[in-house]
């Protein structure tokens, strides 16, 4: 596609339960980003992948969310036992450089609500 | 304006005066800012960049301004239309410890364009 595609749009999800966010980045852009918005609130980054590997996991709240990336595309972001407070639009973003800026895109989000 | 740390502000024009976004940041080390625009159920869009050795920068109906020295930034819309309802953020890069990768976002400002 043209741009980064993210799947699915919208999630609703009981508590409790293991959710799945897909990422399909721009063909050929090696890094990736996944950042979380919550309601009213700017961009938390969470994970940065160059490739498949994943130098930076910092921005990872905890233990239950986990991401990787396969054959230097598509990307996955794994949430267990969900929480509440786990409740946000979750955002890639992918470049074909390192450092964001103009040639960097986001994706439209996932929108996940946990109940 | 909006600060990072701040609610989310809002800002009202009307069709064709002209808008000024503000924003503060907090880290002096940071040598590379970017404002977004988000329209509704959107990923964030890059409008302009600006890196720390310039203090203006120009584009199509946009000029971003630097002051370093109070760490403030500023977004300037000419002309503003309808379309440029949407939020605003401004985001940092290059802060403690030198990342080249984790931008930094506001909580950003809600832009409402009237005809």
């Known amino acids: 596609g043209a741009g980064v595609s993210q799947s699915p749009s919208n999630k609703v999800t009981e508590k409790g339960k293991d959710v799945e966010l897909r990422c399909d980045p721009i063909s050929g852009h090696t890094a990736l980003y996944w950042y979380r918005q919550s309601l009213g609130q700017g961009l938390e980054f969470l994970i940065y992948?160059?490739?498949?590997?994943?130098?930076?996991k910092s921005g990872l709240p905890s233990d239950r969310f986990s991401a990787e990336r396969t054959g230097g595309s598509v990307s996955t972001l794994t949430i267990q036992r969900t929480q509440q407070e786990d409740s946000a639009v979750y955002l890639c973003?992918?470049?074909?450089?390192?450092?964001?800026?103009?040639?960097?895109?986001f994706g439209q989000g996932t929108r996940l609500t946990v109940v | 304006g909006e600060s990072v740390g701040l609610h989310l502000p809002t800002l009202s024009v009307q069709e064709g005066d002209n808008s000024i976004i503000n924003c503060a940041y907090s880290?002096?080390?940071?040598?590379?800012f970017i404002w977004y625009k988000q329209e509704s159920g959107k990923g964030p869009q890059f409008i302009i960049d600006?890196?720390?050795?310039?203090d203006k920068r120009q584009g199509q109906r946009v000029t971003v301004l630097l002051n370093k020295t109070v760490k403030h930034l500023s977004l300037q819309i000419a002309a503003t239309q309808p379309g440029d309802s949407a939020v605003y953020f401004c985001?940092?890069?290059?802060?403690?410890?030198?990342?080249?990768?984790?931008?930094?976002f506001g909580k950003g400002t809600l832009l409402t364009v009237n005809p």
């Open positions: 880290n002096s080390a940071s040598d590379y």
């Open positions: 973003a992918s470049s074909l450089l390192t450092s964001p800026g103009p040639e960097a895109f």
């Open positions: 992948f160059q490739g498949n590997s994943a130098p930076d």
């Open positions: 600006i890196r720390s050795n310039m």
């Open positions: 985001a940092e890069l290059g802060g403690s410890g030198g990342s080249n990768y984790k931008l930094t």
